[in-house]
């Protein structure tokens, strides 16, 4: 098990319906240790891509992408999930349904901070279906930005949104994949990817 | 000026409505570095502190508190805005009225990650009406932890929170005060703080 996937199995608790709840130090606590970790790692496998942008999407994907645009000493941009009064301006936006929060999101990037030059990587902490990524592909594709790559930190590996970005030809790289949770004896089981 | 004020009188923009968009290097696209620089100054200035835990709000304030967090080597602490079903168990809640989005959020801490041991310094981007800010004050005090500090990036001082939250008694600590800005010439004043 890598460092990730050993702190999933010791502090994150399995719960009835296929959820995965990481919030002692991913997303609603956050161990700023662990996340600099995981923004190094990213960097390790990404180094060969001439990144100028890391794009992620609020709120929780805002500490996952912080260390990995420190390391790579590139800008973050956060994609928005509303249209508040700040946001104005030429938009690129996508229609993302939210798993966790059961209504569908309209998500903005303002156009000029994605353009034809960019060359992105998209980051995210969760991947299960694969809406909220491909919300974001469409938004690199929409400003002809190269999306260079996806580092993930959690992919749930029994959904299929994994398996649909990867068969779209993109560099998809999730930190740890559960293959499988068992909510009465809590373990956790990961794919191997020796 | 200080680096902050020095980066708001330059990228900054004024619109009517008292609104500053500071969105191209603090919360939409964010420089990363200058983030690094904010967290070490409020490492400085609450340095006498002893601080156990940052607290902010999603999720324009992580990005700020994230670098905070690292530099006092404690955990990050973000509340968030509504109930999610990844959230659950014995959570403090605070009723906060937000002014960028015209409605009001109930915001929401897990119990167990704010306890009686605690000394808290809360961060958050903006300061305008102080609302999000008090919000957290009474989920602190909900937790009976101790609140060290507020640390903020800009405070609109034209409007009222940071006299409430002064008033108070509360050590309240803002990189750049605004005194006024003119939407026609674009010029921003800021407080002096020497």
Redesign the interface.
Known sequence: MNFLEERIARDGVV?PGN?L?V??FL???????L??QIGLEFHRRFAHAPITKVLTI???G??IA??V??AF?V????A?K?K?????GDLYTARVPSF???KVNTVI??K??LTHDDHVLIVDDFLANGCALQGLISIVESAEATVEGLGIAIEKGFQDGGHRIRNLGYHLESLAIVEAMDPVTGAITFRSQD
Chains 1, 2 share one sequence.
């Open positions: 719960k959820v709840k919030d002692s997303n609603h606590q956050m161990d700023v240790a996340l600099d609020e709120s929780s805002i500490a912080y260390p645009a420190r000493g800008p973050l941009v956060c928005k509303s508040s009064i700040n946001l104005d966790t929060h059961g990037v303002t000029k901070y």
